[in-house]
Every structure is written in structure tokens, then in C-alpha cells.
T-cell receptor, first 115, second 116 residues
Framework: DAKTTQPTSMDCAEGRAANLPCNHSTISGNEYVYWYRQIHSQGPQYIIHGLKNNETNEMASLIITEDRKSSTLILPHATLRDTAVYYCIVRVDGGANFGNEKLTFGTGTRLTIIP | DTEVTQTPKHLVMGMTNKKSLKCEQHMGHRAMYWYKQKAKKPPELMFVYSYEKLSINESVPSRFSPECPNSSLLNLHLHALQPEDSALYLC???????????????FGPGTRLLVL
């Protein structure tokens, strides 16, 4: 799976949009971009994933550049509860090898929401 | 419902003890995973079960023994652990989806293990 690069830490004011960048310049055509977050001492929480197109759900939006070498996770109105470590992960679709998929976590971005 | 439950929440054990961690999901997911997370580090994959068969073992020491007795349950049996095995042990599950990315993993809250 391709390697990802994220800033170590970021701050965002409460109520503002939090934009978390991720670089995955070696991504392959069949690799998806996944975002998870981990609030202190809890299990990672799935946020969103995408392949080529921008995606939006009730938690966040995912913007993937046209060349797919980078992406941005957007939390539209950050709250204090969004303070967490955010992981950007690139993963091959297991396809016929379902159950052989691995999530390789990098060091992530520690996002702190400032009141 | 995307709930994965893990018991116990906390566990303290001596190096000569035998204990087990339990993970359960009732979402019909057919792949289940064990991850280990040391303090201030990202989670690392240990084992994957697919359709109740072990499909990935990331060269984990034999003092960790996984078991998948049925499609809803995953156990991790612990024996003769070392203090450096103290960590948060996370379970996850995933379902093969038709179309789109397969196998989005959903995590439980973890078991925090302390080995004395």
C-alpha cells in the first residue's frame, strides 16, 4: 500500500472548518483513500473513504485531487469533540482477497480544536 | 449499527498468567482483526480472520493465540506475556461490500492490557 504523509499537528478554532491535508503521491489506481480518527484512548472511528471523486457524508467531506496524489479531509464546523488524531490511509481494494486487506496506520495528524 | 464490543475494558495480568480477550460483532461481518497499539503510537495489525479462517498473521509471537469460534466472535488468548506487551488491543470487523471499497473496518473500544 502507498505511503501517506500528514502534518504532525494542527489547531483549528471551534466553529470553523478544519482542513486536514494528506499526501499520497505514490498511490496506485486501485487504491482507496480512507480517513479514520482516534479520540484519546478510544478505538479508531471510520470517517470517510474515496477513490477518485469527492465524497461527503454526515461527518466530513473528502476532496481528492485530480491526479489523486493528495487529498483533504474537511470537517465543516469543528467542535471540541473533534479533537483527535486523524489518520489518512491508502489501501488496496481486497477484491477477491476479501479479508486480506490491511490498514497500515501512519503517525496521523493531531488536531486540536481551540475554544 | 456499526458496533464492535470488546471485553474486558481493562486487564492486569502477571507474566505467568493465562487470560483471554473477547471481541464480538453482530453486523454479519465476515472478517475480523486484532490490532495492537502501544502508547503514543499508531495501531499495528496482528491477525486477520476471514470467514473464520486465519488469513493474516503478522509474525506475532506465539504467546498470542487468536481464535475465531464463529462468525461473530473473536478471541485473543494470552499466555506468558512480557511487560512490553502492555498496550491497547483493538478488534475490528469488516464486511465484503458489493461495489465500492470492500472491507471498511469498524473498530471496538479496545482492551487496555497491563502486564506486570
Amino acid at each position: 500500500d502507498a505511503k501517506t504523509t500528514q502534518p504532525t499537528s494542527m489547531d483549528c478554532a471551534e466553529g470553523r472548518a478544519a482542513n486536514l491535508p494528506c499526501n499520497h503521491s505514490t498511490i496506485s489506481g486501485n487504491e482507496y483513500v480512507y480517513w479514520y480518527r482516534q479520540i484519546h484512548s478510544q478505538g479508531p472511528q471510520y470517517i470517510i473513504h474515496g477513490l477518485k471523486n469527492n465524497e461527503t457524508n454526515e461527518m466530513a467531506s473528502l476532496i481528492i485531487t485530480e491526479d489523486r496524489k493528495s487529498s483533504t479531509l474537511i470537517l465543516p464546523h469543528a467542535t471540541l469533540r473533534d479533537t483527535a488524531v486523524y489518520y489518512c490511509i491508502v489501501r488496496v481494494d481486497g477484491g477477491a482477497n476479501f479479508g486480506n486487506e490491511k490498514l497500515t496506520f501512519g503517525t496521523g495528524t493531531r488536531l486540536t480544536i481551540i475554544p | 449499527d456499526t458496533e464492535v464490543t470488546q471485553t474486558p475494558k481493562h486487564l492486569v495480568m502477571g507474566m505467568t498468567n493465562k487470560k483471554s480477550l473477547k471481541c464480538e460483532q453482530h453486523m454479519g461481518h465476515r472478517a475480523m482483526y486484532w490490532y495492537k497499539q502501544k502508547a503514543k503510537k499508531p495501531p499495528e495489525l496482528m491477525f486477520v480472520y476471514s470467514y473464520e479462517k486465519l488469513s493474516i498473521n503478522e509474525s506475532v509471537p506465539s504467546r498470542f493465540s487468536p481464535e475465531c469460534p464463529n462468525s461473530s466472535l473473536l478471541n485473543l488468548h494470552l499466555h506468558a506475556l512480557q511487560p512490553e506487551d502492555s498496550a491497547l488491543y483493538l478488534c475490528a470487523s469488516s464486511q465484503e461490500e458489493s461495489g465500492g471499497a470492500r472491507g471498511t473496518q469498524y473498530f471496538g473500544p479496545g482492551t487496555r492490557l497491563l502486564v506486570l
